[in-house]
């Protein structure tokens, strides 16, 4: 691995963090990284090791930005007085139960905040980056940043305070019958599900149909894993557990037309992105 593709993978979980909680969702958030990387081997030759970071996440900045216009949605606020705000750079018990707050919070919630408040939050309380390199990243005064992460972290506190624990929701039949399929080990009756031009999406690799069939080779060849129905930033998706009592070390998400998979998309290769994922089992359909 040449030295530029080890910096870029290095930055790559911190990159996610960011942009997951952005788009406020983990798998939005991935879509964005592999946007992001895909730009970044392209300018290469031009890019220096030192500018590096922060050119992937001005870059990862923008893409959001112009996903989240095509949404519909709020992206901006008005900056107010920032005289007699808290510092920021303190090291108090308040300022630490903040920050705190911002990495227990779940990565959808940061959807409710305005845009730059919730930038600015992400960047100083999950990332703790300076306050002069938030100002340069996102193009305001260090007063405009310590405006808006001041009433961003107030929102994210009202945000918690006002959500509870997600509803547990069943699975559906589709997904119900894969899980008890794969935990039994019925490769035949797996691939059978698969449509004529189903589709996998596995990390950076580019989207492809050939390897579908050979997609449960892996899982085949490997030892017994368990899978079970979860949702996921309202997606049903499939948890994948290494052990019996161990957290989920990646999850898949299918999509499905009359009954067959159509779109594998598989985070296998992506171990951060279910760390940052907040996995709901879905109870019994």
């Known amino acids: 691995m ?8 290095d930055l790559r979980p911190a990159l996610h963090r960011y942009c997951a ?23 290469a030759p031009a890019l220096e090791a030192a500018a590096l970071k922060r050119w992937l996440f001005r870059v990862a900045h923008n893409r959001a930005l112009d996903l989240l ?30 920050r705190t707050e911002a990495v227990r919070t779940a990565v959808s ?29 996102l193009g305001l005064s260090v ?20 959500t509870g624990p997600a509803a547990t929701r069943t699975a559906s039949d589709d997904v119900a019958r894969y899980v008890e399929m794969f935990n039994r080990r019925d490769w035949d009756g797996l691939r059978a599900l698969l449509a004529g031009d189903v589709r996998l999406k596995q990390s950076d690799y580019a989207v492809r149909s050939e390897d579908a069939n050979l997609f449960f080779t892996f899982y085949a060849k490997s030892p017994p894993r368990r899978v079970a129905a ?20 990646h999850f898949m998400w299918l999509e499905w037309r009359d009954a067959q998979i159509s779109f594998i998309r598989d985070y296998r290769y992506v171990p951060y992105v279910v760390t940052e994922a907040e996995l709901v089992e879905a109870g019994t359909p």
Do not use: C
Request: proline share 4%; no cysteine; aromatic share 4%.
């Open 230 to 249: 979860a949702w996921l930033d309202g997606r049903e998706v499939i948890a994948v557990y290494d052990t019996p009592t161990a957290e989920p070390s």
């Open 143 to 162: 007063d405009g940043v310590k405006g808006h992460l001041a009433r961003g972290r107030a929102g994210l506190k009202a945000i918690n305070a006002r």
């Open 109 to 137: 919630r940061f959807g409710e905040l305005p845009l730059t408040q919730r930038a600015v939050v992400i960047l100083k309380d999950v990332l703790d980056e300076s306050l002069g390199g938030i100002a340069d990243l």
């Open 69 to 98: 216009r095509a949404r519909n949605l709020r992206v901006a606020d008005s900056i107010d007085d920032h005289h007699d705000l808290v510092d920021p750079s303190a090291t108090d018990p308040t300022e630490t139960m903040m």
């Open 2 to 9: 040449s030295e530029f593709a080890a910096a870029i993978q």
């Open 21 to 43: 909680r952005l788009m406020g969702s983990v798998i939005d958030g991935e879509d964005v990284v592999q946007d992001v990387l895909a730009k970044a081997l392209v300018a």
